[in-house]
């Protein structure tokens, strides 16, 4: 789409605005809390949320479009792709994010639970090769099918860590987190129809 001047903000100027604002918001958390690792996981947390944001939008953006039908639904639908790849960027540095808390403050990756290693390592393989699969070099690597296969099975993996972590979070009392698990209880449903609907 190269019409980005007439009609608002489209492909790489969606990745761009959400890398910005990320920034600005990640800034904000060291700024409140400082170089601390109560200052580091607020930014780990504000990470997931840019992230989950992202996510659902890509993941559901087919089905939003679906039933809403306007202007707004076909934007979201025609840029999904650049949703998914702002996804991988922002996720990727919640693991560097998870890298500076290791080596400065806590060891979180020696302390966690060897099956959320698991599931967050697994979900790690699928962001990347999701994202390497987003660019023709690597797509024309697989076939249709194959890359079908990867980005649902993948999109299907990460959209239950996020859904477990944010269900986890908000029994432990993080009333935030009812935000973002909303957003999920919604695209598990949009695609639940979806599928019923094919069928
Ligand atoms: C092995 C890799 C991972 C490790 C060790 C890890 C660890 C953590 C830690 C320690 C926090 C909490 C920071 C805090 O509140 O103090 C966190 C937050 C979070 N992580 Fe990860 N994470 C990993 C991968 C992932 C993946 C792949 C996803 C999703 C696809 C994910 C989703 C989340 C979410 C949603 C939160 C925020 C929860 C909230 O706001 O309450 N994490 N992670």
Redesign the pocket.
């Known amino acids: 789409m190269n019409d980005s001047n007439s009609r608002g903000i489209w492909e790489w100027g969606i990745v761009r605005l959400i890398l910005l604002l990320s920034l600005l918001v990640f800034g904000f958390c060291i700024a409140i809390e400082g170089y601390t690792e109560?200052g580091v996981?607020?930014l780990?947390?504000?990470?997931?949320?840019i992230?989950?944001t992202c996510?659902c939008i890509a993941f559901a953006g087919k089905y939003i479009h679906q039933y809403m039908q306007n202007s707004f639904s076909f934007w979201l639908y025609m840029n999904r792709k650049f949703w998914g790849i702002s996804f991988a960027l922002i996720?990727i540095f919640?693991?560097f994010a998870?890298g500076i808390?290791q080596y400065s403050f806590?060891p979180?990756?020696t302390t966690?639970a060897g099956i959320?290693?698991f599931?967050?390592?697994l979900?790690?393989l699928f962001?990347v090769l999701m994202l390497l699969t987003s660019f023709d070099t690597f797509a024309k690597l697989l076939s249709a099918k194959q890359w079908t296969i990867l980005h649902t099975i993948g999109g299907y993996?990460?959209?239950f860590?996020?859904t477990r972590?944010?269900t986890?979070?908000?029994l432990?009392g993080?009333y935030?987190?009812l935000i973002?698990l909303s957003m999920l209880v919604g695209v598990w449903m949009l695609r639940l129809f979806g599928l019923l609907k094919r069928r």
């Not at 780990?44 to 949320?49: G, L, T």
């Open positions: 109560e996981r607020l780990i947390r504000w990470s997931a949320r992230s989950v996510f996720h919640h693991l998870l808390l806590h979180v990756f966690a959320s290693l599931g967050g390592g979900a790690y962001i993996w990460i959209m860590i996020f972590s944010y986890k979070g908000l432990m993080d935030w987190d973002f």
